[in-house]
Nanobody
Framework: VQLVESGGGSVQAGGSLKLSCALRGYTDEYCIGWFRQAPGKQREGVAV???????RVEDSVRGRFTISSDYAKNILYLQMDNLQPEDTALYYC???????????????????WGQGTQVTVS
């Protein structure tokens, strides 16, 4: 299984970006999520998509970030609107293998990770 993120970049506050995560290889993992990690901070969950289509978005970004997918293309998206400087981080997608991953959105519950894509908001 391989996860490849893209779509990061530099934007001004109030701008938008759409991240993509291409999933390569077969998997029946329970959920797939987006995480971010800013310098000096712990990796935090942002949003997650469960295998049957349910979604969760964390309070810190709710109303600004939207998670979606194209099942036919095996691509996960994160639409990010009204970006703020505090959203600056390296963004990752990851696969979770259990209901714990879905309910906790804890990085430790996720099994496969991409390399990340940088988002910088000034």
């Amino acid at each position: 299984v391989q996860l490849v993120e893209s779509g990061g970049g530099s934007v001004q506050a109030g701008g938008s970006l759409k991240l993509s995560c291409a999933l390569r290889g077969y998997t029946d993992e329970y959920c797939i999520g987006w995480f971010r990690q800013a310098p000096g901070k712990q990796r935090e969950g942002v949003a997650v998509l469960e295998r049957f289509g349910a979604t969760r978005v964390e309070d810190s970004v709710r109303g600004r970030f939207t998670i979606s997918s194209d099942y036919a293309k095996n691509i996960l998206y994160l639409q990010m609107d009204n970006l703020q400087p505090e959203d600056t981080a390296l963004y990752y997608c990851a696969l979770g293998s259990s209901t714990l991953a879905w309910t906790s959105l804890s990085a430790s519950a996720f099994v496969y990770w991409g390399q990340g894509t940088q988002v910088t908001v000034s």
